[in-house]
């Protein structure tokens, strides 16, 4: 039994995540009714944080990932790397209810609530350059972004603005700088690290991480008292979230409604019209399938939920799917590769201390492959950013060690000896080979379940040559000691395997030619001008940064657009 709701809005937004946030603030506040779709349950800011201010005696595992038993049975995707915590699990889908199928190993971290994966996000932000918008028609891989950097630049500063992001301009043109905060302060060994290598690599900059969390009182935000457990939730709001952001801004329209427990289920499409009318969800508590219909339709469902809703809205007119018309929705899957670099200890600075623990590190800007000779690596293309930190170990570290007695009481009253550690995150090139399509089998709600093939390549492994030995020579040239280069990476296994970054991207590119790309300059599907795809799976190439700035930005640019084509009378 299909029920429509009979309620027509000028927009709908599926999902309520970092983009789904955005649409929802932006379209509304541009004065349009607003149903926002979301698949998971309510999440309340604060309220339902239920265990940020919980200490580990009132939580039966202390704290630490949960069971293995349960964790293999109801996340077992996230069992395979140890997680998910007791303080987080109620955070991240349930993956025994939400299967899918992987040809190679792929690791799909989702997260499914009200606010999305802006709850559990790690807040680093970085906006893209024109490095990264010209690479792939410089160098042949992936087909051309229809926009550059002078494109996207005022729409990163409007949403660094209501955001709030703190960090240091260092006018590198690689890493265009934003409109900052005060930057978070660097700690004793990092700046040693950041002296050491700077002079001895002059054109390398180590800065300290660009991060969605208020340095200062913000937009009636908190700012951060350098607690610690932000992937608990932050009832401070002193971290970008959904709840904590777009959400109140969007309510404060009373422009929004806000469905949770609507699953999407594909796009309506009246071919009388020949145009997308609304879509169809299911009531994820009844099973019941629903109608809703509006104008214009943002799919903010993440990548490859995004992906997922446009691949399963077949009919005898689109059997591959709608906004297909290219063959190239779900190609081009990318992710970040990492887990990769390496560690060392700092000396000197055994006098030297810090309080409170600051939720962001450091990061080296890119320096390989900028375009000129002197970057230029023969063995790949692209490059990539590092991020670390330096910490001292407290005297847990003595817990299970092989001492006891006075001797071990004395050797743990002071902090260990600080420990330097910087990982690479890796540029992947967007390939034909990694892609995903829908399988025979379904979910617990019959939506066909994705199937995913990816895995990295030439240009990738080469690269992973590199990063280890890089990270080395830097933390050796800056003074370190006992440096040990690492790389997780496992064939066919867990280690680094794609996905693992939480940053999967592409499956739905933008470009220029609509014969080989889903979405134009605007997000907006070459196919169906008023459905919208404004989150990762937008993503024409991956560049190294973390992406989720690029697509707050070009969610807002899409909204406006939107708007503007609405009261034009063409959408
Ligand atoms: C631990 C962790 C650390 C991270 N660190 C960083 C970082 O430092 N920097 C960075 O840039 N990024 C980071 N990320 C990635 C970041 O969280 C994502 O890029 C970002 O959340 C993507 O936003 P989104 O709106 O596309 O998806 P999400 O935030 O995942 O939101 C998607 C929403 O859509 C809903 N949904 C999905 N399918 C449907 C459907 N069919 N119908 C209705 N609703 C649906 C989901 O339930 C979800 O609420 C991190 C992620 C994690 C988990
Ligand atoms: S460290 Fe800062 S952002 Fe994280 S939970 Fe604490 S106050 Fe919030």
């Not at 006018?171 to 005060?182: A, N, S, T």
């Not at 970008?240 to 801004?249: D, I, M």
Request: charge should be neutral.
């Amino acid at each position: 039994m299909i029920y429509h709701t009979r309620n027509t809005y000028d927009a709908i937004v599926v999902g309520s995540g970092i983009t789904g946030g955005w649409a929802a603030k932006e379209l509304c506040e541009k004065g349009l009714k607003t149903m926002v779709l979301e698949r998971g349950r309510n999440v309340e800011h604060g309220k339902d944080y239920i265990t940020e201010h919980k200490q580990s005696w009132e939580m039966p595992y202390r704290g630490r990932a949960v069971p293995r038993e349960e964790a293999k049975r109801d996340w077992p995707v996230l069992s395979r790397s140890g997680g998910p915590s007791e303080t987080t699990k109620h955070f991240y889908l349930n993956g025994r209810e939400n299967p899918y199928i992987e040809e190679k190993p792929f690791t799909w971290v989702r997260g499914d609530q009200v606010g999305g994966r802006s709850l559990t996000w790690g807040r680093q932000s970085y906006r893209l350059s024109d490095l990264d918008f010209e690479a792939n028609a410089r160098d042949g891989h992936g087909v051309d972004w229809p926009i550059r950097y002078k494109d996207l630049a005022p729409w990163y500063s409007y949403v660094e603005r209501f955001a709030g992001i703190s960090g240091q301009k260092e006018g590198m043109p690689q890493l265009p700088d934003g409109e900052f905060l005060p930057p978070m302060e660097m700690n004793a060994a990092e700046k040693a690290f950041k002296q050491g290598m700077e002079s001895a690599f002059p054109d390398r900059r180590v800065t300290i991480g660009r991060t969605a969390v208020l340095t200062q009182a913000h937009n009636g935000r908190g700012a951060c008292h350098y607690c610690g457990p932000c992937s608990r939730g932050c009832s401070v709001g002193a971290y970008f979230s959904s709840q904590s952001s777009t959400l109140p801004a969007a309510f404060a329209t009373d422009n929004l409604t806000l469905r949770p427990h609507s699953l999407t289920h594909s796009l309506i499409y009246d071919p009388e019209t020949s145009k997308v009318t609304g879509v169809r969800f299911i009531d994820t508590q009844t099973k019941e399938m629903h109608e809703v219909y509006a104008r214009v339709i943002f799919l903010c469902a993440s990548t490859l939920g995004s992906t997922q809703v446009l691949l399963n809205s077949t009919s005898t007119r689109f059997p591959n799917g709608m906004a297909n018309s290219s063959g190239a929705l779900g190609k081009y899957l990318m992710d970040h590769h990492f887990r990769l670099g390496a560690s060392g200890e700092m000396p000197g600075l055994e006098d030297r201390y810090y309080t409170g623990n600051r939720p962001n590190g450091i990061y080296v800007i890119r320096f390989r492959n900028l375009g000129d000779a002197a970057t230029r690596q023969p063995d790949y293309v692209r490059g990539y950013g590092f991020q670390g930190g330096a910490s001292r170990a407290s005297w847990s570290r003595g817990i299970g060690g092989p001492a006891f007695g006075a001797d071990l009481k004395n050797a743990l009253r002071d902090p260990a000896p600080w420990q330097m550690w910087i990982g690479g995150w890796c540029e992947a090139l967007p390939n034909e080979k990694n892609y995903v399509t829908l399988s025979d089998q379904t979910d617990a709600y019959g939506l066909p379940q994705l199937k995913i093939h990816c895995t990295w390549h030439e240009n990738e492994f080469a690269m992973r040559k590199d990063v280890p030995v890089a990270a080395a020579e830097m933390l050796e040239a800056a003074g370190a000691r006992n440096v040990s280069m690492f790389d997780d990476f496992v064939e066919d296994g867990i280690g680094a395997e794609p996905g693992r970054c939480i940053h999967e991207m592409g499956t739905a590119r933008m470009g220029r030619d609509p014969k080989t790309s889903v979405l134009n300059a605007h997000n907006q599907c070459h196919d169906h001008p008023n459905v919208f795809v404004t989150d990762g799976a937008s993503m024409t190439s991956s560049a190294c940064q973390n992406p989720s700035l690029t697509y707050m930005a070009l969610t807002a640019r899409a909204c406006d657009y939107a708007v503007s084509e609405m009261n034009k009378g063409q959408l």
